[in-house]
C-alpha cells in the first residue's frame, strides 16, 4: 500500500519477507503534478542482474497523456530503518518512450535481508520516493494546450544586446545558445558559455530533448562540485563520472570540469584521511588522559606520609 505526503510517495511492502514470485510488484499511483505515478519493484532482482533489488519510478496513466508528453523530473528512492538508509537519485527525461527510470542494483539482496542490518523489519519493506516534477511538456488537457504545444514554438527576445537568449512564448522556458533551459538556469548556462565558448562547439545533436538533457548532466555535475566535501558522498562521485562520461561521449569540451572533479575528489581523500588521522589522534589522547590519571593515582598513593602507628 502506498500514501502521498505531498510529492513523497511512502511505500510499505507488507510481507516482503514471504514474496516468492520472481515477477515485479508495483504500489497504488499517486497524483504529483498533473499526471499519476507509482513505484516498481522487483523483489528478485530484473532478471538481468541477480542479487539485487530493483526499485524505478514510472509513470502510471502515461496513456492517457497526449501525444509527445515529456516530464523532466528529479526523483530520490530511500530504503530507510532508523538510523540507516540508501539513496539513490537521478534528474531524467519522463516522454512516451522511456515512462520510468529506477535503479537495477538498488540495493544488495543480501544487504536488504540482513537479520541484524538489514532493512526488512516484522516482514515489511519501507520504501519512500520523492517525485519533483520540473517541468512539463504537454498537459492532460487534450484540447488547445495539446494543439498548441505541437506548433513550432513562438521566440522573443529577451535583450537587444544579447541575440542568443530566446524565450518560448508558450513553454515560459528560455534558449540560450540553442539550448533550452528553465528560467532559473539561465543565468549559469549564459555564465558557462561566457567563461568555455567552445564547450558545446563539436556537439551536433539537433533533438532538443538531447540538448536539454545534456545540458541537465553538466548543470547537475556543476552543481555536485559546488557541494561542501562534507556533503559531497561517494555515491554523488558515481553520478558525476557517469555525467562526465556522457557528457565527454557526445563531444562536449570539459576537460576543464574533468580537472576540478578530479580535484574535488582528491580533496575528499584528504579530508578523510584527515578526519581518520585526527579520530586516532583523539582516541590516543583519550587513553594519555586515562594513563595520567593512572599515573596521579600511584603518585598520591606513593606520597602517603606515614603515621606514628605505620612506623612503630
Same mark, same amino acid.
Given at each position: 500500500?502506498?500514501?502521498?505526503?505531498?510529492?513523497?510517495?511512502?511505500?510499505?511492502?507488507?510481507?516482503?519477507?514471504?514474496?516468492?514470485?520472481?515477477?515485479?510488484?508495483?504500489?497504488?499511483?499517486?497524483?504529483?503534478?498533473?499526471?499519476?505515478?507509482?513505484?516498481?519493484?522487483?523483489?528478485?532482482?530484473?532478471?538481468?542482474?541477480?542479487?539485487?533489488?530493483?526499485?524505478?519510478?514510472?509513470?502510471?496513466?502515461?496513456?492517457?497523456?497526449?501525444?509527445?508528453?515529456?516530464?523532466?523530473?528529479?526523483?530520490?528512492?530511500?530504503?530507510?530503518?532508523?538510523?540507516?538508509?540508501?539513496?539513490?537519485?537521478?534528474? /531524467?527525461? #519522463?516522454?512516451?518512450? =522511456?515512462?520510468?527510470?529506477?535503479?537495477?542494483? *538498488?540495493?544488495? +539482496?543480501?544487504? %536488504?535481508?540482513?537479520?541484524?542490518?538489514?532493512?526488512?523489519?516484522?516482514?515489511?519493506?519501507?520504501?519512500?520516493?520523492?517525485?519533483?516534477?520540473?517541468?512539463?511538456?504537454?498537459?492532460?488537457?487534450?484540447?488547445?494546450?495539446?494543439?498548441?504545444?505541437?506548433?513550432?514554438?513562438?521566440?522573443?527576445?529577451?535583450?537587444?544586446?544579447?541575440?542568443?537568449?530566446?524565450?518560448?512564448?508558450?513553454?515560459?522556458?528560455?534558449?540560450?545558445?540553442?539550448?533550452?533551459?528553465?528560467?532559473?538556469?539561465?543565468?549559469?548556462?549564459?555564465?558557462?558559455?561566457?567563461?568555455?565558448?567552445?564547450?558545446? /562547439?563539436? #556537439?551536433?545533436?539537433? =533533438?532538443?530533448?538531447?540538448?536539454?538533457?545534456? *545540458?541537465?548532466? +553538466?548543470?547537475? %555535475?556543476?552543481?555536485?562540485?559546488?557541494?561542501?566535501?562534507?556533503?559531497?558522498?561517494?555515491?554523488?562521485?558515481?553520478?558525476?563520472?557517469?555525467?562526465?562520461?556522457?557528457?565527454?561521449?557526445?563531444?562536449?569540451?570539459?576537460?576543464?570540469?574533468?580537472?576540478?572533479?578530479?580535484?574535488?575528489?582528491?580533496?575528499?581523500?584528504?579530508?578523510?584521511?584527515?578526519?581518520?588521522?585526527?579520530?586516532?589522534?583523539?582516541?590516543?589522547?583519550?587513553?594519555?588522559?586515562?594513563?595520567?590519571?593512572?599515573?596521579?593515582?600511584?603518585?598520591?598513593?606513593?606520597?602517603?606520609?606515614?603515621?606514628?602507628?605505620?612506623?612503630?
Amino acid at each position: 500500500m502506498a500514501k502521498q505526503d505531498g510529492k513523497k510517495i511512502v511505500w510499505v511492502i507488507k510481507n516482503f519477507s514471504s514474496l516468492q514470485s520472481e515477477e515485479c510488484i508495483y504500489s497504488d499511483p499517486v497524483l504529483i503534478g498533473d499526471c499519476k505515478w507509482r513505484l516498481c519493484a522487483c523483489p528478485k532482482g530484473d532478471g538481468n542482474i541477480d542479487n539485487y533489488f530493483y526499485l524505478f519510478v514510472e509513470v502510471a496513466d502515461d496513456e492517457s497523456l497526449p501525444s509527445g508528453w515529456k516530464r523532466f523530473v528529479k526523483f530520490q528512492l530511500n530504503i530507510s530503518q532508523p538510523g540507516k538508509s540508501v539513496v539513490s537519485k537521478r534528474q /531524467v527525461w #519522463f516522454d512516451n518512450e =522511456s515512462c520510468s527510470w529506477g535503479f537495477q542494483t *538498488m540495493i544488495p +539482496l543480501t544487504k %536488504l535481508h540482513d537479520k541484524k542490518k538489514g532493512f526488512v523489519v516484522d516482514g515489511e519493506l519501507t520504501i519512500v520516493a520523492s517525485v519533483d516534477v520540473l517541468e512539463v511538456i504537454g498537459t492532460l488537457d487534450a484540447s488547445e494546450e495539446s494543439i498548441e504545444s505541437s506548433r513550432p514554438l513562438k521566440k522573443m527576445k529577451l535583450s537587444n544586446d544579447d541575440n542568443n537568449v530566446e524565450a518560448s512564448s508558450v513553454k515560459e522556458s528560455i534558449v540560450v545558445n540553442g539550448f533550452q533551459v528553465l528560467s532559473s538556469q539561465v543565468e549559469s548556462v549564459r555564465c558557462i558559455f561566457e567563461r568555455h565558448p567552445d564547450i558545446a /562547439v563539436d #556537439f551536433r545533436a539537433k =533533438s532538443q530533448h538531447i540538448r536539454t538533457t545534456c *545540458m541537465s548532466f +553538466l548543470l547537475s %555535475l556543476i552543481e555536485t562540485l559546488c557541494k561542501s566535501l562534507e556533503e559531497i558522498s561517494n555515491e554523488d562521485f558515481v553520478d558525476a563520472n557517469i555525467a562526465l562520461t556522457c557528457l565527454k561521449d557526445v563531444n562536449f569540451k570539459v576537460d576543464w570540469l574533468e580537472k576540478k572533479l578530479d580535484q574535488v575528489k582528491e580533496n575528499k581523500e584528504k579530508e578523510q584521511s584527515a578526519l581518520a588521522q585526527l579520530q586516532e589522534t583523539e582516541e590516543s589522547i583519550l587513553k594519555l588522559k586515562q594513563k595520567a590519571e593512572e599515573q596521579k593515582a600511584v603518585l598520591l598513593a606513593t606520597r602517603t606520609t606515614l603515621s606514628f602507628d605505620d612506623v612503630v
